[in-house]
C-alpha cells in the first residue's frame, strides 16, 4: 500500500515569501504529525493532529507557522514571512488513532525547504 | 519534561565490528520506545520498537532491550557491514502522559568501512 507523502520534495523560496508544505498520510491514519529537522536542532516535533483537530501545537516555533488538516486527511504546513532559519527538512507522520497499538508512526520522505 | 539522549557521533567501524550505540531516557510515565534508521538520501524508517519493560525488539540483525531500571535501551548489532552506513534515532513516545509525540534523540551517525 502506499505510504506517506509529502509535496513538493524540494522548495527553494526568497525570504520573506509564503510558502505550503503537504502531506498525505496512510489511508486509514487518524492521527498526523509534523517535524522539522535541521542542522543543529535535530528532530523536533511541530504540531499533532487527531483527526482534524490539533490537541499538541506545542512545537510550533512562531505564529508565522500555521497547519489545517481536512477531511482527516491531507495536511498543509504553512510558513509565512519565511526566513533563512526556516531552512530544513520537514518531515511528515502518521499512525493509526490512539489506543490502537503502540503509537507508530510511518514518516514520509520530506520536503527540504531552502530560504535564500 | 521528557527527553532522550543519545551518544554523540559519528562511529566509524570496520565491516563484521560489534555496534553499540547508547540510548537512555527520561519520561514520566511508561513510554513505548523506539529506533529508527535514516540511510542516505532517503526518509526515516523504523529499526525497532519496544512497548514494555524486558520487552527486545529485534530486526535486520540488530536488537535493543527496554530496561526500565537504567532507563535504557541501547541498540546492538553483532557483525556490522557497509550498508549500515546510516543515521540512527531513537525516539519515545510516552502515552499515558499525553504526549503522543515523539521525543527523538539526536542521532548518532554510523559509518562502516569495508
Known amino acids: 500500500g502506499a505510504g506517506v507523502s509529502q509535496s513538493p520534495s524540494n522548495k527553494v523560496t526568497e525570504k520573506g515569501k509564503d510558502v505550503e508544505l503537504r502531506c498525505d498520510p496512510i489511508?486509514?491514519?487518524?492521527?498526523l504529525y509534523w517535524y522539522r529537522q535541521s542542522l543543529g536542532q535535530g528532530l523536533e516535533f511541530l504540531i499533532y493532529?487527531?483527526?482534524?483537530?490539533?490537541?499538541?501545537k506545542s512545537g510550533l516555533p512562531s505564529d508565522r507557522f500555521s497547519a489545517e488538516r481536512t477531511g482527516g486527511s491531507v495536511s498543509t504546513l504553512t510558513i509565512q514571512r519565511t526566513q533563512q532559519e526556516d531552512s530544513a527538512v520537514y518531515l511528515c507522520?502518521?499512525?493509526?488513532?490512539?489506543?490502537?497499538?503502540?503509537?507508530?508512526?510511518?514518516f514520509g520522505p520530506g520536503t527540504r525547504l531552502t530560504v535564500l | 519534561g521528557d527527553s532522550v539522549t543519545q551518544m554523540e557521533g559519528p562511529v566509524t567501524l570496520s565491516e563484521e565490528a560489534f555496534l553499540t550505540i547508547n540510548c537512555t531516557y527520561t519520561?514520566?510515565?511508561?513510554?513505548?520506545l523506539f529506533w529508527y534508521v535514516q540511510y542516505p538520501g532517503e526518509g526515516l524508517q523504523l529499526l525497532l520498537k519496544?512497548?514494555?519493560?524486558?520487552d527486545k525488539g529485534s530486526n535486520k540483525g540488530f536488537e535493543a532491550t527496554y530496561r526500565k531500571e537504567t532507563t535504557s535501551f541501547h541498540l546492538e548489532k553483532g557483525s556490522v557491514q557497509v550498508s549500515d552506513s546510516a543515521v540512527y534515532f531513537c525516539?519515545?513516545?510516552?502515552?499515558?502522559?499525553?504526549?503522543?509525540?515523539?521525543?527523538f534523540g539526536t542521532g548518532t551517525r554510523l559509518k562502516v568501512l569495508a
Open positions: 507522520a502518521s499512525s493509526f488513532s490512539l489506543g490502537q497499538g503502540d503509537n507508530e508512526q510511518f
Open positions: 489511508s486509514g491514519h487518524t492521527a
Open positions: 493532529f487527531q483527526g482534524n483537530s490539533a490537541p499538541d
Open positions: 519520561a514520566t510515565g511508561y513510554p513505548s
Open positions: 519496544a512497548t514494555k519493560a524486558d
Open positions: 525516539a519515545l513516545s510516552d502515552l499515558a502522559s499525553g504526549t503522543y509525540k515523539y521525543i
